[in-house]
């Protein structure tokens, strides 16, 4: 299954909510969502295989040529597609217009407009009536049983894919990574929304404190310098509220080693991106 539409939709939210604990990271600055994030719902005779992608946008270089082609692939790829809509913004364009297709997806397509919560009586009403359309809240959860329940009915017959207490088929390098990368974007959004990558350079287990080396590039020297504070103030501060998620996530206490470099215009360079893990399926057509 999964889960597609424009940025800042609340797709992460949702993924979260359906799988019982964080995975994605969440931001209220659109785009957050790079890559693939991929959940597993095992719920009696039901798995479901979800991935949350990035958002269907219009590229202006290559991260985000990178971030189109990975969503464009996930929506072929799907059994099911949940098409997250923001239902404060009223009646949503078809999916292949949002994702600027030629012809729609094979999958069947549920629409699913979040956040309506927010929407008054009339509105809700008014959405309600759309063929193939569900209202949902990812935040409260209201709405999200019928979405899933209208997915089990779509998904294909077939044995278990995983474990039945798996929740996700990436590594704790993967999220711990997401999870240093979200903080940073709690602490720094206004100043470096979109300069900031972050990379696992070492993932020491087996006695405890785990050990966890990561290094945050930014494009600039002038953004390295935002990104590390006065007397190192800023990067200090990342680096403890990162610990605490991290010990949430491996449920061990972490040293977490945290470093800020430069790598110039990353953004723009495929051989940056696929240092960082983003690569582009190569059957894809942006």
Known sequence: MTVAGKPNVGKSTLLNRIVGQKLSIVSPKPQSTRDRVVGIRTDGDVQMVILDTPGLLTPAYELQRVMRATALRALRDADVIVYLADATAGTAEPLNVAAGLERPPRAPVITAYNKA??????????????????????????????????????VPESPFLYPEDDVSTQHLRFFAAELIRETTLEQLGDELPYSIACEIEEFREGRSPTYVRAVLFVERESQKRILIGAKGQRIRSIGQSSRKKLEALIGDDVYLDLWAKVLPNWRKSASALARFGYRPPEDSAT
């Open 117 to 154: 919560d927010r929407l008054s009586a009339e509105a809700r009403a008014a959405l309600a009536r759309e063929p193939q359309a569900t209202l949902v809240s990812a935040r409260s959860g209201d709405g999200v049983d019928l979405l899933l329940a209208r997915c089990a009915e779509l």
